[in-house]
């Protein structure tokens, strides 16, 4: 009886323990799932999704310019598509894109039909570089005159429109 017992407790846990590789396998399936690759295009253009806030400060008093909420921009796919193929943007939503270091960015106008003002910022949250008004569908090379680590796109003008320059800094 009690080698029966033994059996019977050993096949239970065989029994278990596959179970729980299935699992794990029709779990690791369906983050596979998930993680494609959606292929976007003008008749189907990414939609916004709010990953946090953004401020932009002024330099000297430290009193907030304007505040946005930001999509992020974080991995390379993210980083290629940025604004690209939206029609429009809320004036108070934007595009945050996140590098590991300060470094020359450069950015281009590829697939976007909305002007935009494309802002660089250091790695110590001041703003550094500023093109405003940037040509739609264009791809010519619009690199940062200086190393930065972020990069932050708005609509057009947006600058302009809240006195936002170089030297001020952004809060996310």
């Given at each position: 009886?009690k080698?029966?017992?033994?059996?019977s407790t050993?096949?239970?846990?065989v029994?278990?323990?596959?179970?729980?590789?299935?699992?794990?396998?029709?779990?690791?399936?369906?983050?596979?799932?998930?993680?494609?690759?959606?292929?976007?295009?003008?008749e189907?253009?990414?939609e916004?999704?709010?990953?946090?806030?953004?401020s932009?400060v002024?330099?000297?008093s430290?009193?907030e310019?304007?505040?946005?909420?930001?999509?992020?921009?974080?991995?390379?796919?993210?980083?290629a598509?940025?604004l690209?193929?939206?029609?429009?943007?809320a004036?108070?939503?934007?595009?945050?894109?996140?590098?590991?270091?300060?470094?020359?960015?450069?950015f281009?106008?590829?697939?976007?039909?909305?002007?935009?003002?494309?802002?660089?910022?250091?790695s110590?949250?001041?703003?550094?570089?500023?093109?405003?008004?940037?040509?739609?569908?264009?791809?010519?090379?619009?690199?940062?005159?200086?190393?930065?680590?972020?990069?932050?796109?708005v609509n057009a003008n947006?600058c302009?429109?809240y006195?936002?320059?170089?030297?001020?800094?952004?809060?996310?």
């Amino acid at each position: 009886m009690k080698k029966i017992l033994f059996f019977s407790t050993i096949v239970l846990f065989v029994f278990a323990f596959t179970q729980c590789k299935n699992d794990k396998k029709e779990k690791k399936n369906v983050g596979n799932t998930e993680l494609k690759q959606t292929t976007y295009s003008f008749e189907n253009p990414p939609e916004f999704r709010k990953d946090g806030e953004l401020s932009f400060v002024d330099a000297e008093s430290g009193a907030e310019k304007f505040h946005i909420d930001i999509e992020v921009a974080s991995t390379d796919e993210e980083k290629a598509r940025g604004l690209m193929y939206r029609p429009e943007m809320a004036e108070n939503n934007g595009m945050l894109f996140l590098f590991a270091k300060d470094e020359i960015q450069s950015f281009y106008m590829r697939n976007t039909v909305m002007s935009l003002d494309i802002i660089y910022v250091n790695s110590r949250m001041e703003i550094v570089d500023i093109y405003r008004a940037a040509k739609t569908l264009d791809e010519t090379s619009l690199p940062s005159k200086v190393p930065a680590m972020y990069v932050v796109e708005v609509n057009a003008n947006i600058c302009e429109k809240y006195n936002i320059g170089e030297g001020d800094k952004i809060i996310f």
